[in-house]
């Protein structure tokens, strides 16, 4: 198994905070405040642990989202 260097784990730390950042404008959620954002994160945590059903609707809309990208 390769180890990665400090460097190199900072950097995919960094690119993958970065792409976080761009699913929260792609949802239109750019301007609310942190504290929103954070709330809204952990509902939507308990909500797809708590129920299958609601975790494959919420994927359905993302992937949609995604594929309208395309």
Not at 11 to 19: A, C, G, H, N, Q
Not at 23 to 37: N, S
Not at 54 to 62: A, K, P, T, W
Request: charged fraction near 40%.
């Amino acid at each position: 198994m390769v180890r990665m260097t400090a460097s190199e784990a900072r950097k995919k730390d960094t690119r993958e905070k970065i792409e976080l950042g761009g699913l929260i404008v792609k949802a239109g959620l750019r301007h609310e405040k942190r504290a929103l954002l954070f709330g809204l994160l952990i509902d939507g945590c308990d909500r797809i642990k708590a129920d299958e059903t609601e975790r494959r609707r919420l994927s359905d809309i993302g992937a949609k989202t995604f594929g309208d990208d395309a």
